[in-house]
């Protein structure tokens, strides 16, 4: 595997269920992030990790939870979404914060 | 309020000539401008990026112009090629406590006709 992989591609999952996007990094790069693409919405920073330490949460709700457990892995927990957070979650990472960033093909996700 | 805006949602371009998709920003902290590109299902792939101290960035077929005075940025890509079709995302960042905090824009959709 090269690049930013994620799973699932695809997830549907109703207001009450727990689940988890996942994120690993195959570029030795020690900065990760979390991306929301909703449609006809620019792409919204949600998480920056930087070093496995959380340097970012750009003002999201708590029903989003990310996990870092080491410098290749980036985990975006769910739990009792709203319908509204149905959008393109992206994975990125980059070499140290000012590096350019590379992108994951995204988990497109539906809450019905 | 979006700090970067690219105004046109759409462009479309016939085969070999020149597509040029223009992005303006607010902000005049950044100082780090970068292009993404992205097809269908796949996340944005990096293109090209121009720090603030240059005016333009090269790279093949992909320039980058940057007019500091008019907060405007714009991505010229000579020749167009049908393989070019693409939303196209312009991207700022300034300095920032943490790092490279990217702001985007809303995208382009280029069509590119054969």
């Known amino acids: 595997e090269t690049g930013v992989t994620q799973t699932p591609r695809h997830l549907v999952m109703g207001m009450t269920n727990k689940k988890s996007l996942k994120c690993e990094q195959h570029?030795?790069?020690?900065?990760m992030y979390w991306y929301k693409q909703s449609a006809k919405k620019p792409l919204e920073l949600m998480f920056v990790y930087s070093l496995e330490e959380r340097v970012e949460n750009n003002s999201v709700p708590s029903r989003f939870s990310p996990e870092c457990p080491n410098s290749s892995h980036l985990f975006l927990h769910l739990h009792t979404l709203q319908p509204e957070d149905s959008a393109l979650y992206l994975c990125a990472s980059s070499r140290g914060l000012a590096g350019e960033q590379y992108f994951g093909p995204g988990t497109r996700l539906t809450v019905t | 309020d979006q700090q970067v805006k690219q105004n046109s949602p759409s462009l479309s371009v016939q085969e070999g000539r020149i597509s040029i998709l223009n992005c303006d920003y607010t902000n005049s902290m950044f100082d780090y401008f970068l292009w993404y590109k992205k097809y269908p299902a796949e996340g944005p792939t990096f293109l090209i990026s121009i720090s603030s101290i240059k005016d333009k960035n090269e790279d093949g077929r992909f320039t980058v112009f940057l007019n500091k005075s008019a907060k405007h940025l714009s991505l010229h890509i000579v020749p167009s090629q049908p393989g070019d079709s693409a939303v196209y995302f312009c991207a700022a960042s300034s300095p920032h406590g943490a790092g490279n905090m990217l702001t985007f824009g809303g995208g382009t959709r280029l069509m590119v006709k054969p």
């Open positions: 570029l030795g790069h020690n900065a």
